[in-house]
């Protein structure tokens, strides 16, 4: 029995009147995700994540059965094993998001990003992705400040556009921080890290706006008009934590593939093999085709595969709802449908689709809004299949119970799949 979990975060959304009240999944054409849903089990799941606001680690925790209250300390670690860095017993890892941030200045006056001089409640934040920051700026950016911060306490470690990791040596966990998302257009003061530990953080913020705000890469960005990377703001901070091998656990084998730190390190600390995906879209999406192909080779090889697309945040936090629609089309069309042509020359299988919504700005602890989800199994009679579709309407008519999504890989992995 070869098992496939495909996690399309982002791919839900909320209702919206250009598309006449339905939401981009509802109103795109997704004859393969329909396919699922007349020979699977439909449902949604939701996750309960106490202490924790929805987030991009926590899905992923709990899509592949660990409870995110007990196998959660924050999201820097899962980034850490998602970029190869590893964390010793006594390091405390820190998500580090590159930042635009500019002085508070009166109406109708521009704000003047370079004048600032020192973090507090005079600055407001920006951006919380430095305009989308490229690889190559980020990096010379990142180095600048390792080889002037780096220490035997403290390193930072280059990840993918505005998001980079920071680890502490015998840091302090219990500082309290704040996703930058949350920030975004308001003043900074209240936002800055509090509580122990936090005099440290707030030293090494300050000193990269000192060697970030001048430097050649953002006086290069403000004269092409592109907002500058003048910050490194420090969130997310956990321990490593050491989760119960998923292969052991269920005698299996298994890969996990995402052009994203997080959910692959999630994969990774689960015992799962990190496969690099063949190609990755510039815009940060990731090349469907390429992902489908590469998780059916390593079906031809694993028991089990995991495959993480995220819709890129660019065209999930946009107006555009035709891009959302081609977005959701092209993930059943070539992700899905690439899949679905490819599993039945493997044998028996099985497959979970779960389409999330990105965890949003102030989301707030405990709240999780229920994902779709579709367990199928192949191969199928096709002439016994109930008319039926995936969109969320036909979800609620099936009138099934939210279940926790921690349940789902046990039920995916059981002799029945019903």
Known sequence: ???????????ADVPNRDLGGKKPPQAAATPNMDFLARHGEVGLATVVAEGHPPGSEVTPLAILGYGPKKYHSGPAPFEAAGLGVALGEHDIAFRCRMVTLGVSAPRG?????????????QVTMEDAAAGG?????????????????????????????????MVWVGGKSRATCFDPQDVVGKSIGEFLPTGDGAEILRQVMEASLVILRDHPVNQQRRDA???????????????????????????????????????????????????APAAVAEAGGPDFLSLAEAALRELGKKDLVYVHAEMPADVRLSDDQKAKLRFVEEFDQKMVGTILEGLPKLGPHRLLLICDYHAAAGSQPHVATPARYILFEGPVQTEKAPRRGSKEADVK????????ATRLMSRLLSQGAG
């Open 225 to 275: 008009g592109r907002k500058p990377a003048n910050c490194l703001w420090l969130w997310g901070p956990g321990r490593a934590l050491r989760l119960p091998s998923l292969t052991d656990q269920y005698q299996i084998t298994g890969a996990v593939l995402s052009a994203t730190d997080l959910p692959r390190g999630v994969g990774i600390c689960a015992g799962l093999e990190a496969v």
């Open 1 to 11: 029995m070869k098992y496939v979990i495909l996690q399309g975060e982002g791919m």
């Open 109 to 121: 006056r521009a704000s003047a990003r370079e004048d600032v001089k020192k973090l507090g409640p």
């Open 133 to 165: 920051i490229e690889d190559d700026e980020a990096r010379e950016l990142i180095d600048a400040v390792n080889e002037q911060l780096g220490s035997e306490a403290i390193q930072f470690y280059p990840g993918k556009g505005p998001r980079h990791l």
């Open 397 to 404: 008519a099936t009138q099934v119970r939210v279940r926790d």
